[in-house]
């Protein structure tokens, strides 16, 4: 079955609105969520893209190799 990425990159105001949306406010202030390329832990600040993949939300920090990464992921698709 063919996966499909969606990459959306926030402007800063509109980070904590979709982290709500998401349920992941809390996550990210408690340090509980971690950049899926470099693993580094993602903070209000750090925080680069949402990588949606089907079902699962994949976070990115603002590391223009993880934008990268995470675009390349997408276009290889
Ligand atoms: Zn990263």
Excluded: P, W
């Excluded at 998401?22 to 580094?40: M, Q, R, T």
């Amino acid at each position: 079955m063919k996966e499909y990425y969606t990459l959306v990159v926030f402007h800063e105001r509109e980070v904590e609105k979709m982290l709500s949306k998401l349920n992941l406010a809390e996550k990210v202030e408690k340090g509980e969520i971690k950049c899926a390329i470099c693993g580094k832990t993602i903070t209000k600040e750090n925080l680069g893209a949402i990588l949606r993949k089907n079902g699962n939300i994949l976070i990115i920090c603002d590391s223009v190799k993880c934008i990268e990464k995470a675009g390349g992921l997408i276009s290889a698709f």
